[in-house]
């Protein structure tokens, strides 16, 4: 496993060691020893998620305000454009983003620690998506970043409209968001 930092501090790229040959491909998806290694701590993951949307879906941008989720994500049919926001005031990336191809062909995994706000663009004409979460969905505590705020600026590949939530597209600013220490 190879872990490869992004603009953002503790946000990591995971590209997997695959082993491919005419048969097909083998690759350990998860390995709690070598995350440990990859992202200098243990970290344990209570639930797992799945989802399956089509193009132009954009889900996000997501975050919980207690019990923060860290997230591993990655892509097993079709390709997102994922993206992450740091909502950590303490942080010198305070209110900035960092975005990602993720696919079923590239294996690449996306590390997003507590303290950030995650959403994905759907890019192919469907896509399903699995991550991993340290914390358990609690919708009480769940916000939704504006997808769209010109404070943030985040260039979205999208080919034609936004597919919304309509909780997701009523986000709010990240000048008015719930934000972390």
């Known amino acids: 496993m190879k872990a490869i930092p992004t603009a953002i501090r503790d946000v990591l790229v995971i590209e997997p060691r695959v ?36 193009r132009n879906v954009l889900r996000g941008l997501h975050y919980q305000v207690r019990r923060a989720q860290g997230k591993l994500v990655r892509v097993v049919a079709g390709e ?38 995650h959403g994905f663009l759907v890019l192919s004409e469907r896509a399903e998506f699995l991550y991993k979460t340290t914390e358990y969905y609690a919708p009480e505590h769940e916000r939704s970043l504006l997808w769209n705020d010109p404070a943030l600026g985040i260039d979205w590949p999208l080919d034609g409209e936004a597919l919304l939530k309509p909780k997701d597209a009523a986000g709010t600013p990240l000048a008015q968001a719930e934000t972390f220490p």
């Open 80 to 117: 997102v454009y994922d993206v992450v926001v740091d909502l950590r005031r303490s942080s010198p990336t305070f209110g900035k983003w960092v975005g990602e191809r993720l696919s079923a062909e590239n294996r690449r995994m996306l590390w997003v620690p507590p303290g950030l706000a």
């Open 19 to 54: 082993f491919a040959d005419a048969r097909g491909f083998f690759f350990e998806s998860w390995n709690r020893r070598a995350f440990a290694e990859a992202v200098g701590r243990d970290v344990e993951f209570v639930q797992d998620n799945h989802s399956a949307s089509e």
